[in-house]
């Protein structure tokens, strides 16, 4: 090989290597540093494993308040406040997770579902 080629496989392989550790760094989660706890995204109060748990207690027709009780805080809620959103902590960019969308209307849970994230985009 002559020193061209040498010059150009070398910025290839660091090319490679940085867009790994930007892959790495996009799909890690905030951490809680004294107790390691996963700190869960936006202003969702439970950790995602709690929520997907606890949305087996959701029933159509609960109220804000008692949907709140049960699942606590969303991580995002659309401007009028009838769209909530539960997300896990990892961002579903290397690997596909899924949020919990739920939907009021009246003041009252109308649908819930569980979407895709796949490459940190909701389906």
């Given at each position: ?14 090319r490679l290597g940085a ?105």
């Open positions: 090989m002559n020193t061209t080629q040498l010059a150009l496989r070398g910025a290839g392989l660091r867009l790994a550790l930007f892959a790495l760094s996009a799909a890690c989660v905030t951490e809680n540093r004294t107790t390691g706890e996963v700190v869960p995204r936006g202003n969702q109060k439970y950790p995602f494993a709690r929520v997907e748990k606890a949305a087996e207690g959701l029933v159509v027709g609960m109220n804000r308040t008692q949907v709140l009780l049960l699942l606590g805080s969303p991580a995002e809620t659309s401007e009028a406040g009838d769209v909530w959103i539960y997300l896990p902590e990892r961002y579903g960019i290397l690997i596909p997770a899924k949020a919990l969308r739920l939907e009021f209307r009246d003041q009252v849970l109308a649908e819930y579902d569980f979407q895709a994230i796949v490459l940190g985009a909701r389906l």
